[in-house]
C-alpha cells in the first residue's frame, strides 16, 4: 500500500524543509483531505476531535497560500485571521505557525487578553500577514482603531463548538461582519451542534465538508476506566494512583478553579510536583505552569476544562478526570490529551454518587461504556455498576498503563 507524503498533498518545499526538521512523515487523515481542498482554495468544514492534527492541517496551507499570493494589508491591517476560543489554543498555533512557518519569512502575531496590549498593537502597526486571536481582545483593538479587518482573505474558526459553549457566537459574528465578503473560510469543530451549523451556513461558501472521526467520538487508543469511589475518598484514590511511577504525565481535571488549586497543592504536600491552570491566573501565570509541565518540572497539571482544547503537550501518559464534567462534550476534549499524534493512553474517571448521571450522560455521547477498575489497593477499591444491577462484564485487573510507540506526525 502506498503511504502519502506531504509533497503528494502540494505542500512547498520550504514547509517540507520545516517538516523534515520536526520529523514528520506522514500526514494525518484530516491533514490528507484538508491541506489539497484548502491548497486548491475552496472553504472548509471539518469536523475533528482534538489530537488529530488539524492545527497542521490549516496552518501549512495557510502559510503556503499566503506565501504565494504576499500582498500587504497595510497600515494596521490583516491578512489572515485566525479565531480560536481559549488563551492557551491561539498560543499553540501561534508555535505552530513559527514551526511550519521557519523558512518561510512571513510575519505573525497572537492576541490574547490577560496581558498588556501594547505589544500587540505594535505587532500590527505596520500590518502583519496572519493574527492568531480570541475574540474579545481582537474586538477590543478593532473598537480601539489599532486593528484593521478589512484586507483579511482568510479566515479560520478553531474549535468552533467551544467557541459556542464559551459564548463567543455573537462576538465571531461581530468579526466576520468586519471582513470581506471575497475570502477563502475554514471552519473547524469536534461537534457539530445546530448553532456551530448555521454559523458554518453563514459563513462558509459552498464548502467541502470532511470528517475524519465520527462527531464526539472518543480516540480508540485511550484505555477508558472508572473507579466508583465516595467524593471524600477522591484524594486519597489519587494520592494511590500517583504513587505508580507509570503515571509520568498526568493532567487532573476538576470543575472548580478552587478545586484546581486545592487538589494542586495536595499533590504537592504529598511531594508530587503540580501546577494549577484555570481562568483566575494571568496569562503570564498561565504558560509558566504549562511550560514547566511540558518541560518535565512538573509532574502533574491540575486544570480545569479551560485546558480540555488548548494544552498540546507530547506524552502525556494519563488523564485523570477527578470529577466528571458536567457537560458530557467536555468529557471528550479532556480524555484527548492524552493519545496524541499516535500514541496510546490512559483516562481514570473518578465517580462519586452524584456524579452518576454525568457518567450516563457521558457514555451516552461516546457510545462506550467506561470499563470498571478493579485491583487497586486499599479501603478506596470498589467497583459498582453506573445504573444499578450487576456490573458490567467485560471489568479489567489494569489500573496501570504506559503508551506505547508514538508516531512521527505532524498532529498539533
Request: aromatic content about 4%; proline content about 6%.
Amino acid at each position: 500500500m502506498t503511504t502519502t507524503s506531504f509533497s503528494d498533498l502540494g505542500v512547498a518545499e520550504p514547509l517540507l524543509r520545516a517538516l523534515r526538521t520536526e520529523n514528520y512523515e506522514t500526514p494525518t487523515p484530516i491533514q490528507a483531505q484538508a491541506i489539497p481542498l484548502l491548497l486548491a482554495g475552496h472553504d472548509v468544514l471539518g469536523i475533528a476531535q482534538t489530537g488529530t492534527g488539524k492545527t497542521a492541517a490549516f496552518c501549512l496551507p495557510l502559510l503556503q497560500l499566503i506565501a504565494e499570493n504576499r500582498r500587504h494589508p497595510g497600515p494596521r491591517g490583516v491578512g489572515a485571521l485566525i479565531l480560536a476560543p481559549t488563551r492557551e489554543l491561539a498560543v499553540q498555533i501561534g508555535e505552530g505557525l513559527r514551526t511550519y512557518g521557519r523558512h518561510m519569512g512571513l510575519r505573525h502575531t497572537i492576541v490574547l487578553g490577560g496581558v498588556g496590549q501594547n505589544p500587540q498593537v505594535r505587532a500590527i502597526a505596520r500590518g502583519i500577514d496572519i493574527v492568531v486571536a480570541t475574540p474579545g481582545r481582537l474586538l477590543d483593538l478593532v473598537n480601539q482603531g489599532h486593528v484593521r479587518l478589512d484586507a483579511v482573505t482568510k479566515l479560520v474558526l478553531d474549535e468552533a463548538d467551544r467557541m459556542l459553549d464559551m459564548g463567543f457566537i455573537h462576538d465571531v459574528r461581530k468579526i466576520a461582519a468586519l471582513l470581506p465578503k471575497e475570502r477563502q473560510t475554514l471552519l473547524f469543530s469536534a461537534t457539530m451542534p445546530k448553532p456551530v451549523e448555521r454559523l458554518a451556513a453563514e459563513l462558509l461558501r459552498a464548502p467541502q465538508r470532511i470528517e475524519v472521526t465520527p462527531t464526539a467520538s472518543t480516540v480508540e487508543r485511550i484505555d477508558q476506566q472508572v473507579f466508583f469511589v465516595e467524593s471524600r475518598e477522591k484524594r486519597a484514590l489519587l494520592a494511590e494512583l500517583m504513587a505508580d511511577a507509570g503515571l509520568e504525565r498526568v493532567i487532573v481535571f476538576t470543575r472548580t478553579k478552587h478545586g484546581a488549586d486545592r487538589v494542586a497543592e495536595q499533590l504537592g504536600k504529598g511531594g508530587v510536583a503540580a501546577e494549577a491552570l484555570h481562568g483566575n491566573k494571568s496569562q503570564n501565570a498561565r504558560q509558566r505552569a504549562l511550560e514547566k509541565f511540558r518541560t518535565g518540572g512538573a509532574r502533574v497539571l491540575v486544570a480545569t476544562d479551560i485546558a480540555a482544547r488548548g494544552i498540546d503537550v507530547d506524552d502525556v501518559t494519563h488523564v485523570i478526570n477527578y470529577e466528571l464534567p458536567n457537560e458530557p462534550e467536555s468529557y471528550v476534549h479532556r480524555v484527548g490529551r492524552t493519545a496524541r499524534a499516535g500514541a496510546a493512553g490512559v483516562a481514570f474517571s473518578f465517580c462519586d454518587p452524584t456524579e452518576q448521571a454525568y457518567l450516563r450522560s457521558i457514555e451516552r455521547l461516546t457510545k462506550r461504556p467506561l470499563t470498571i477498575a478493579r485491583g487497586t489497593p486499599g479501603p478506596v477499591a470498589r467497583s459498582a455498576p453506573a445504573r444499578g444491577g450487576k456490573p458490567r462484564s467485560g471489568a479489567t485487573d489494569k489500573t496501570r498503563s504506559r503508551p506505547r510507540g508514538r508516531q512521527q506526525r505532524a498532529a498539533a
